[in-house]
């Protein structure tokens, strides 16, 4: 009997959400089906998805930031398939192979000159987990230091690094020496760096929980006092990195050069799971010093083939698609065209971000009969205006947008970089259509909007 993946999804494609409800994670099914987010996609390409019924949806999440080149890039396949059918020697572990060794080259020649070695692994979580044991090593210091509100990864290490509380609670203590400072305050920062036993500073240059923008001063400054005391600077650019914010490393719209870089997600190509961390000879040689301690970290998947001619082939596209030109221009434009909007409708605060990495924020209206709606909202659950918006903004106009984190008023935007014009006109009438319909009270967004409260009234 021949084995046929494509038999199979011809065979189950229907049952995916009873699939899931049964042997999966039953709460995002429960999810999907009370948004109305589950559709049953059989076809993606580029920046758009398509449904069972040929549906066309722009996807503004790209995986959460994964396919910044798009779905199914034709390079990124032909690449696969011809590592596939090479034949090659894959993870012999005793040895070193050429792949990575390519990728690991092409990766620093377009970081900070102070960055010369890399690590790779399978996952953004796992480039912070490394950065932590590197900081700790090569510094011989414990306490590691985040940003509230940051995100920095879910398994154990990185969750001592994450500043919101619902991905933490529950899950038993957790590294210590794990303290946080305010995002963009440089007093604070400094008191705790002041103590002199502060192994890393791990920020991301753009927060992605609410796209928060530092001040222009406040990374250089960042730099300027982990040097001061001792302390290893780490950008995770995980989600940042690779064009996402209109440059290739969102720390060059500030010139600052971090000791270590954590990248992931769109290196990846959207095909098989990289992660890696670019960090100075300093590090590198402070951690792997001697030769028995040449396997002291590692990660047994982390160099493969496939994973390594991904991020080769991704960087390619990247390049000769001058993705990163087309975020900067594009999130321009989305944003000035959203911003444009904030003059008529109340709700309305506005649209801040780099490049394509976009929040657009909401806020408390004036008017009483417009305040009277939003209040009934937010007593019933802090933020659920924006799932008010997210939803027929799915339903009526297949848009795919995200809530930017728990209790916000912000609605993130992670689309492609590969957006042309004509999506981003798409993507600036949906919106107006939507914020102009929740103006209207009561309507058919109210609605929903009554309903939405009351399932969270429910919890």
């Known amino acids: 009997m021949t084995f046929s993946i494509s038999a199979l999804l011809d065979q189950h494609q229907q049952e995916k959400l009873d699939l899931h409800e049964k042997y999966l994670n039953n709460q995002m099914v429960k999810v999907l089906k009370t948004i109305g987010y589950d559709r049953l996609y059989k076809r993606a390409t580029g920046q758009y998805l398509y449904d069972h019924e040929g549906n066309e949806y722009l996807d503004l999440l790209s995986g959460f930031g994964v396919f910044a080149i798009g779905r199914n890039h034709p390079a990124v396949i032909k690449a696969l398939q011809e590592t596939l059918t090479l034949e090659l020697p894959n993870l012999v572990q005793m040895d070193v192979s050429v792949l990575s060794g390519l990728l690991a080259k092409k990766i620093l020649e377009t970081t900070p000159d102070n960055l010369a070695k890399m690590f790779f692994c399978n996952s953004g979580t796992e480039s912070v987990e490394a950065a932590i044991k590197f900081a700790r090593y090569a510094t011989k210091r414990e306490n590691i230091v985040f940003c509230e509100h940051s995100f920095h990864g879910l398994t154990n290490g990185a969750l001592s690094l994450n500043g919101e509380k619902i991905f933490r609670e529950g899950f038993g203590a957790l590294l210590p020496g794990c303290s946080s400072v305010p995002f963009n305050d440089l007093e604070s920062l400094e008191q705790v760096l002041s103590k002199n036993n502060v192994a890393a500073f791990l920020v991301e240059p753009v927060q992605g929980k609410g796209v928060n923008i530092p001040d222009d001063n406040y990374l250089p400054e960042v730099e300027r006092l982990c040097k001061k005391y001792g302390t290893l600077f ?86 000769d698609e001058t ?137």
Request: glycine share 8%; hydrophobic share 45%.
């Open 234 to 319: 780490v950008a995770d650019e995980v989600q940042t990195g690779l064009g996402r914010t209109g440059k290739l490393w969102a720390i060059e719209h500030w010139g600052v050069q971090p000791d270590m870089i954590c990248m992931a997600k769109a290196l990846s190509g959207g095909f098989v799971p990289v992660g890696a961390v670019a960090m100075t000879q300093k590090v590198m040689d402070a951690v792997f010093n001697r030769m028995d301690r040449a396997v002291v970290h590692g990660s047994t998947f982390s160099k493969n083939n496939l994973a390594m001619a991904a991020g080769l082939a991704t960087l390619q596209v990247i390049e």
């Open 323 to 459: 993705l990163v030109k087309n975020s900067e221009e594009k999130g321009r434009m989305i944003m000035s065209g959203i911003n444009a909007m904030v003059s008529k409708y109340e709700f309305l605060k506005e649209a801040r971000g780099k490049g394509l990495m976009i929040a657009v924020e909401f806020q408390s209206p004036k008017s009483i009969s417009l305040k009277a709606a939003w209040t009934m909202l937010e007593t019933a659950n802090k933020g659920l205006f924006c799932q008010m918006v997210t939803i027929p903004l799915f339903k009526e106009h297949h848009i795919l947008s995200q809530v930017a984190g728990h209790g916000m008023n912000v609605i993130k935007m992670l689309p492609p970089l590969n957006l042309t014009d004509k999506d981003c006109r798409a993507v600036l009438d949906a919106f107006d259509h939507t914020i102009a319909e929740t103006h209207k009270v009561p309507g058919s967004i109210w609605t929903l909007g009554k309903t939405l409260a009351g399932h969270a009234l429910k919890k």
